[in-house]
Each structure stands twice: as structure tokens, then as C-alpha cells.
């Protein structure tokens, strides 16, 4: 949990950014959709970007105790001061306020004894959480019931954690792909590092403290940009070349991609439960992209204009056995050199089938830029394999 801490120094997002990429959201995948193909957030990102466990328990509690009950419990409130609390209305549901936790748990004194010590180590790490991992859409509360997991501070390291923010965050950007939602939950810190990572041509600032020990999201500066709007954005992303983004921008930082960025199946952030699918995205750990299995289907599903409510099934042994649920090796094909965004031939027509691969309408393309057809794509493509052949003495390609 410790580099969150250091993570949030720069908290700002650029919401006609994030807005931009909701657009092209679709929940039944947890995938970003473009013309070239799926892209999305995965455990992978999330270990580089966050520096966070993403293997370990669940992150859910069956515990039913009220919410005077979590704070004279944990907190370590008398059952006087707990209602006081509830009735000042810090308390809404089992949703508790950050800044009644910042001024109530700020230090400890040197009399406070052991037990108290540990309390307000619990509010600290309910505030960390709260401001970090499963931020609201407000930003301003975080669920009391997240406590029973902090009962045992030892423990505390054995969650995790980086799955369960992934999941809040796929949670959050399926409430906000509707058409009338106005805010997003969900630790956005980590979606703008994403798209920083991946999309360079939106020109990221980097941050000149950085150094290599520090988790990725702490490379960049998130910073607010004057002229820019949603249609900027949107245009930017319609008009993207495939060899512009950076499919897998941590092969430089790691030999092998860790196991568990190829889980397939459900991932929990308490009563969230969400697919997580990486055969989707098999560019971002640099394998060849070829058509992927059906998604997961939902026991019950409202997905209307303006609503969106799921609820996926869990199932414990998925994710406490998860390497018996992992990308078979047969599908894990490497990309040809130079060519990360490899895939088979059949993959771009039937993603066009049911995708809405580029979003706007009749915009004019930014700076100038000309939207790269198929013919030149394939241009692109054959310029590689090439360059790649050199004076191997092979002959040379041609486009038919």
C-alpha cells in the first residue's frame, strides 16, 4: 500500500481526456475500442503503474456488522460517539466521509495506548484506500464495510489489492459509458498513467523527479491543458496510425510478463464483480492478437441508455487457483519484430462486425492528418517487414 502515498502528489485528471476514452468504453469486454483494434487496462498495467500487489485474496468481506458497529469495533468509537457520528451525518449508509477521518484520526499522542495506535493505523489506511483505490464518484467518501479487512494489519499485505482496483475502476467506466452519466468513480490516477503509457502522441509530461525504483505513475505529470475539449480528443483517437501507440511499453522494465496478467475470468472489488479478459488485448504483452473467446455472460444484465447494472457470477476457485485459468501457451504467439501490432488476418473484420471502431462523425482530421486507409496500413506493415528482411538477400515485398 505504500507507494499510493506517493502516488497522489499529482492528483489532477484531464477530464476531456478521460471522457474521450469512456467514449470508446465497451463493459461487456472491460476494452477501449479503435479501428485498429481492443485495448484495455490489465493486471500487468496496473503492477507497473501502481507498484501494488495484484495477486493475493479477494478483496471482500461477508461481515455483517452496522455501521455503528464497524466504528466502535475498529475505530475504536464508543457506541455514544458512534451514533453522534451517524447522526452528523459523516455517515451516510455504510459510506463514512475522508475529511471526518482526516480530522479525527490526523495523530497519535504519546499516551495513546497500543490499541489505539492500531485504530488509527486502520483510519489512515481507510483514507489511503478511499482516496486511492475505490474512490467514489464524489470523491469524498469511502465504504465503512472495507474494514473488517484492515482488522489484522499483518494481513493487510496478503490482499489483492491492484485486482480489486481494476475491477472498481471496470465498475466505474461501465457507469460512466452511459449517456447521461456526468461523474466517474474509481482511481483515475491510474486510467490517466494508462493512457499516458500507451498513447504518447497526446503528449504526457514527464516528471523530472522520477526515478526507476518509483511505480510508472509517477513518471508523469497530470496536468490541466487550456484549448483542448472532447472533440479534440476524439478526433485525435479517430485518426490514430497504428504505429503511433505503444502496445507494450514495459518490455524494457521486466524479462517475462508475470503469470497472473494472463488470469482469465472474474476479478472482485467488493459487491463489484467484473470479467477480466487479456485475450482480448494479447498486443499489450507483445503476442500476437488473433480472434478472441466470447466474452463472459452476466447472470442478470441492464445495459439501457442511461442505465447499467450487472452482476457477474463469483467463483472463489477462479481466482484463488488462477493459474489453472490462464491464457493457454498456444495462444501466446509472439509478435514479428517491429511489428507490435501483429494480428491475424481474419481479427480486424469480425472486430468491425459489431464495433464502433472510430467515434466521430464527419470531423475533419486533426493538424491536417489524413485517416490511414487499409491499403496504407498495409504499407506500413510490408515498410517494416522490409526493413526487417534488409540484405538478407530474401527479395523484396511488394503490395498486390
Not at 479503435?34 to 461477508?62: K, N, Q, S, W
Not at 494508462?194 to 510508472?216: A, Q, S
Not at 514495459?250 to 464483480?273: E, L
Request: glycine share 8%; charged share 25%; hydrophobic share 35%.
Amino acid at each position: 500500500m505504500l507507494p499510493l502515498c506517493s502516488i497522489t502528489k499529482n492528483s489532477y485528471c484531464n477530464s476531456f481526456r478521460i471522457s474521450a476514452f469512456v467514449e470508446r468504453w465497451h463493459p461487456e469486454m472491460n476494452t477501449f475500442h479503435f479501428h485498429f483494434g481492443e485495448m484495455g487496462l490489465t493486471l500487468d498495467d496496473v503492477e507497473h503503474i501502481l507498484g501494488i500487489p495484484v495477486r493475493g485474496l479477494a478483496v471482500y468481506t461477508e461481515d455483517e456488522r452496522t455501521p455503528k458497529q464497524l466504528l466502535m469495533d475498529f475505530l475504536g468509537l464508543s457506541g455514544e460517539v458512534a451514533e453522534n457520528t451517524i447522526a452528523s451525518n459523516a455517515v451516510k449508509g455504510y459510506a463514512v466521509k475522508l475529511s471526518w477521518l482526516e480530522m479525527n484520526f490526523k495523530e497519535v499522542s504519546e499516551t495513546d495506548t497500543d490499541e489505539r495506535v492500531v485504530c488509527y493505523a486502520r483510519a489512515y489506511l481507510l483514507y489511503v484506500i478511499g482516496c486511492t483505490l475505490f474512490c467514489d464518484k464524489s470523491g469524498g467518501f469511502v465504504q465503512l464495510d472495507l474494514l473488517p479487512l484492515l482488522e489484522d494489519l499483518d494481513q493487510v499485505r496478503t490482499y489483492g489489492w491492484g485486482s480489486s482496483c481494476l475491477a472498481f475502476l471496470y465498475r466505474h467506466l461501465g457507469y460512466m459509458s452511459r449517456r447521461k452519466a456526468k461523474q466517474i468513480g474509481g482511481f483515475l490516477i491510474l486510467l490517466e498513467a494508462w493512457i499516458n503509457e500507451h498513447f504518447p502522441m497526446l503528449h504526457p509530461v514527464v516528471d523530472p523527479e522520477y526515478t526507476k525504483d518509483l511505480p510508472r505513475a509517477r513518471h508523469w505529470c497530470l496536468h490541466s491543458e487550456s484549448g483542448t475539449s472532447v472533440e479534440h480528443y476524439r478526433r485525435v483517437l479517430d485518426d490514430l496510425l497504428v504505429d503511433e501507440v505503444i502496445f507494450d511499453p514495459y518490455k524494457n522494465r521486466r524479462q517475462n510478463v508475470s503469470d497472473i496478467a494472463f488470469y482469465t475470468g472474474p476479478i472482485r472489488a467488493m459487491s463489484y464483480v467484473e470479467p477480466y479478459l487479456p485475450n482480448r488485448v494479447l498486443r499489450q504483452f507483445g503476442l500476437l492478437q488473433r480472434i478472441p473467446a466470447d466474452p463472459i455472460t452476466p447472470q442478470r444484465a441492464s445495459r439501457g441508455q442511461h442505465t447499467y447494472h450487472v452482476v457477474y457470477e463469483w467463483t472463489e476457485g477462479f481466482w484463488s487457483s488462477p493459474d489453472y485459468h490462464l491464457v493457454p501457451e498456444d495462444k501466446r504467439e509472439r509478435t514479428p519484430p517491429g511489428i507490435p501490432w501483429a494480428c491475424t488476418n481474419d481479427y480486424i473484420p469480425w472486430l468491425s462486425v459489431f464495433s464502433h471502431q472510430r467515434v466521430g462523425r464527419g470531423l475533419p482530421p486533426v493538424g491536417g492528418r489524413v485517416r490511414q486507409g487499409r491499403e496504407e496500413q498495409v504499407r506500413v506493415v510490408l515498410d517494416v517487414v522490409q526493413r526487417a528482411l534488409g540484405d538478407t538477400g530474401l527479395g523484396t515485398v511488394e503490395l498486390q
